[in-house]
């Protein structure tokens, strides 16, 4: 009887999704490709269900990270925190490519409190705990962990910020990202905890969706390898989302985890 | 002292009998009736069936530090060769800038007759095969065009090749000389 309790609860964890991923969250950067020998960038980043306008929420960039060719970015300049959107200005200056995004980490609980009433709570490894009211029953926490980011070249493409570190779900590309093209091919790998995530749902949905009546989404499956592969149907921006949970959690606390992977990607016309 | 002076006839003659092939092309750049005109940035390049690119022929961009026409800022003009989009991921992204025998300024409008010869920079050495000869022109608040002309090397007999650029290149000619 316990058990089967339990199950429903895991059940009704399920399904109540994470309200943070509720909405579609993007980082969309000035430019993706520059050939210029230093260059400043600007992105803007949003919360929302549209893609990529400003009509929700801002993403918070409070922990807006920047990797280059040779480690961290420190120029990061203006950033701002508006109703709509964030934004923040990058300055490059060696060649190759960057990695542009912000990673959150959190735990979120699920609990049947001292009533009976079924209830959540989010917070940190530290105050977890003071979160769940005293004498809740069928605590369950998940660790939530979510990558949102893009990618940024200047001059000569390179492989460097794409080095895996075996933690979490990682996008590791084998087309460069910023390499893309209208009509042709891209192949793209995600590993789940260093090892490929094979069947892993993967979805891309084409930028400007205020100006069509059809979300457009394509739905991808990994392979064995990790790996999937998208032919982009015409230029511009594309959204691209995968969620999955499993795995080990790296919070002893934590019984579960969810970890998704979200970016924006530039495809030109050939 | 002795040698060198031998030597350099030597390799003359050398390279002209093995082959003197050329091309000679001539790339219009066609008269715009628009409010607002800047010289486009132009790449010339022979391209492998693969697309990996044989040689980088001609990129015609402003070169000095400019300034900004709105802002005023100055501005590096590799600040755009990216607009020369397939030019920028064949080859110009690999390249450091500018290219020796390659860079040029924008030119203006009209016919612009460029010689291309075996064993010299910027052609060099084209083992045999087909190839692809591309021009790739983007326009400041312009548009963007690619014209292809594909031909096999070394050219047996003296060919004539052409096409008709529709909204930033004129008519392209491609004269093949064994």
Do not use: C
């Not at chain 2, 980088?56 to 800022?73: I, P, R």
């Amino acid at each position: 009887m316990k058990n089967t309790f339990k199950w429903a609860a895991l059940a009704l964890a399920a399904t109540i999704s994470l309200p943070a991923l509720a909405h579609k969250a993007f980082i969309v950067p000035s430019s993706t490709v520059l050939s210029d020998e230093e260059a400043w960038i600007t992105l803007d980043a949003a919360a929302g269900n549209d893609l990529f306008y400003f009509n929700h929420r801002p993403l918070n960039l409070e922990h807006l990270a920047v990797r280059g060719p040779e480690g961290y970015v420190q120029e990061i300049d203006n950033r701002a925190e508006g109703k709509l959107r964030a934004s923040a200005d990058v300055h490059l200056t060696k060649p190759g490519t960057y990695r542009i995004g912000t990673s959150m980490e959190g735990l979120f609980a699920f609990f049947v409190d001292a009533e009976g009433k079924r209830g959540r709570a989010r917070g940190t490894p530290e105050n977890i705990d003071k979160q769940i009211p005293a004498g809740a029953k069928d605590v369950r926490i998940t660790q939530t962990q979510s990558i949102v980011e893009t990618y940024v070249t200047l001059g000569k493409p390179d492989a460097s910020v794409f080095a895996p570190t075996g933690k979490g779900l990682e996008f590791v590309p084998v087309t460069h990202p910023n390499d893309l093209f209208a009509g042709e091919p891209a192949k793209f790998r995600f590993l789940l905890d260093g090892k490929p995530a094979k069947d892993l749902e993967v979805t891309v949905i084409p930028g400007a969706t205020r100006y069509r009546n059809a979300q457009d989404e394509i739905k991808l499956k990994t392979d064995a390898a990790g790996e999937f592969s998208v032919t982009w149907p015409a230029a511009g921006m594309y959204w691209m989302n995968a969620s999955v949970e499993g795995g080990k959690p790296s919070v002893a606390k934590a019984q579960a985890r969810r970890a998704s992977y979200t970016a924006t990607f530039e495809v030109l016309p050939q | 002292m002795r040698v060198r002076f031998l030597a350099a006839p030597l390799i003359a003659v050398a390279a002209a009998s093995a082959s003197a092939a050329s091309i000679d092309l001539t790339v219009g750049i066609p008269q715009l009736d628009v409010s607002e005109y800047h010289r486009p940035y132009v790449a010339i390049w022979i391209e492998r069936p693969d697309r990996s690119v044989a040689a980088d022929l001609a990129v015609w961009y402003q070169q000095k530090e400019g300034k900004d026409a709105k802002s005023g800022k100055q501005e590096s003009g590799s600040k755009w060769l990216a607009d020369l989009r397939q030019w920028w991921r064949r080859s110009g992204r690999d390249k450091s800038l500018p290219i020796d025998g390659v860079s040029g300024a924008t030119r203006p409008v009209g016919e612009h007759r460029l010689r291309f010869e075996t064993g010299k920079a910027p052609l060099g050495e084209l083992a045999p095969g087909h190839y692809t000869l591309v021009v790739e022109a983007a326009r400041e608040v312009g548009g963007r065009e690619v014209l292809s002309v594909p031909f096999d090397w070394p050219p047996a007999s003296p060919q004539h090749l052409q096409a008709q650029g529709k909204s930033e290149l004129g008519a392209l000619r491609v004269d093949l000389d064994p």
